[in-house]
C-alpha cells in the first residue's frame, strides 16, 4: 500500500472525525463533570434559625454545616448538549473542530497508514491471513507512534473543547489550533504540548488494537461464513461492532487523560494533579470507581459513528485503486 494506505487513512478519519466532534466535545465535558478544584455553583441557602428562649435570652444562631450542601447533579449527554446549545451557541459544539482536523492528519494517518503496512507484512503470503494476536500487536505499534506524533493537536483540542466550561475570566480563548500550540509553548514551556503524553499512547494503542483489529477479525467471520457479501452491510456491521469494542476497552484511560490534559497549572501553586496515577486515585477517590466510565454513553454514540464513517469511507476509497 505504502502512501497511498496513509492518504487514505488520512482523509477516512478526517472525514469521520469532523462528522462526530459535537459528540467528541460532549464527551469530553461530561469525563470533566464533579473534577475537584472548580469553582464551585453558588447556592441559595435557607436563612439561620433563631431560637429564643422564654426567659428572654438572646437568640442562638444556627447556621448549618457547609460539607451539607449537595453537589450539582451529574447532566447526561442529551442535557450537557442542550446547555451548551442554549449558554454558547451552536458554534460551541464545533469548538476545538480546528484542532481535530490538524489531530486526525497526524494522529490518525500515521495509525492507519502503519497498521496497514505491518499488517501486509505480517500476513501469510499465501493466504492472505492474519492471526488475531499480530493485528492486535500491530494496532498497539501503529497506535503508539501515531498519539506520540498527534499528543500537541490532542493538547489543544481537549483545551479548546472544555474552554467554554469555565468562568469567562479563566477561559483560554484560544482562536484556533495553532493559536492554542504556540500559546501552550510561550506560557507554558514546549514541554506542555506532550503533557499527558504517556496516557495518549496508552489510549491510543488500545483504541487501534481493539478498533482495527476487531473491525478486520469482525468482517472477516462475516465474509467467511457467508452471513453477507463484502459491501455496506458488513461494513456498517464490523465497524460498529468494532466501535463498541474500542469504547469499553478504552474509556477509563480516556478519562484520566482529558482531566490530566485539561488541567491548569500555574505559576507557585501545586498542579491538580502529580500525573495519571495520581489523577485516576484522586478520581476514584473523590467520585467512586464508574467515574472512569464518564461519558461513556456520549463515547459509544461518538465512537460508533465515528468508526461506521471512518472505514466505510476508507473501503469506498479503496475501491477507487
Not at 469567562?168 to 493559536?179: F, I, L
Not at 507554558?188 to 473491525?215: D, H, K, P
Request: aromatic content about 6%; hydrophobic content about 45%; overall charge positive.
Amino acid at each position: 500500500m505504502g502512501v497511498k494506505g496513509f492518504v487514505e487513512g488520512g482523509i477516512a478519519s478526517i472525514v469521520a472525525g469532523c462528522s462526530t466532534h459535537p459528540l467528541d466535545l460532549i464527551k469530553v465535558r461530561m469525563q470533566l463533570q464533579g473534577e475537584k478544584g472548580l469553582p464551585a455553583p453558588i447556592h441559595s441557602l435557607r436563612p439561620a434559625f433563631a431560637y429564643h428562649s422564654h426567659h428572654g435570652s438572646a437568640a442562638a444562631i444556627m447556621a448549618p454545616p457547609p460539607h451539607v450542601v449537595p453537589a450539582p447533579p451529574r447532566a447526561g449527554p442529551i442535557s450537557v448538549g442542550v446547555k451548551i446549545f442554549r449558554t454558547e451557541g451552536v458554534k460551541a459544539l464545533f469548538s476545538g473542530v480546528s484542532a481535530t482536523v490538524l489531530r486526525q492528519t497526524l494522529y490518525s494517518t500515521t495509525r492507519m497508514g502503519l497498521y496497514d503496512i505491518l499488517k501486509t507484512k505480517w500476513s501469510d503470503p499465501d493466504s492472505g491471513n492474519l492471526p488475531l494476536g499480530q493485528k492486535l500487536l500491530a494496532g498497539l505499534v501503529a497506535g503508539g507512534v501515531g498519539a506520540a506524533v498527534g499528543n500537541p493537536a490532542d493538547v489543544a483540542m481537549v483545551r479548546m473543547q472544555a474552554d467554554g466550561r469555565l468562568p469567562e475570566a479563566q477561559r483560554r480563548n484560544y482562536k484556533n489550533v495553532v493559536d492554542a500550540i504556540t500559546r501552550m509553548a510561550k506560557q507554558e514551556g514546549v514541554t506542555s504540548l506532550w503533557r499527558g503524553s504517556g496516557l495518549t499512547v496508552n489510549r491510543a494503542m488500545i483504541v487501534t488494537a481493539s478498533q482495527l483489529a476487531s473491525y478486520d477479525q469482525i468482517k472477516e467471520a462475516i465474509l467467511e461464513r457467508h452471513v453477507m457479501a463484502d459491501g455496506l452491510g458488513t461494513h456498517v456491521t464490523a465497524s460498529f461492532a468494532a466501535g463498541f469494542v474500542a469504547s469499553v476497552a478504552s474509556n477509563p484511560v480516556d478519562v484520566i487523560k482529558t482531566r490530566v490534559m485539561n488541567m491548569k497549572v500555574e505559576a507557585g501553586r501545586e498542579a491538580p494533579y502529580n500525573g495519571a496515577l495520581d489523577c485516576a486515585v484522586k478520581t476514584v477517590r473523590a467520585e467512586g470507581p464508574m467515574a472512569l466510565y464518564k461519558g461513556f454513553i456520549p463515547t459509544i454514540s461518538r465512537q460508533g459513528p465515528f468508526t461506521v464513517v471512518l472505514f466505510v469511507t476508507l473501503e469506498q476509497l479503496r475501491k477507487t485503486q
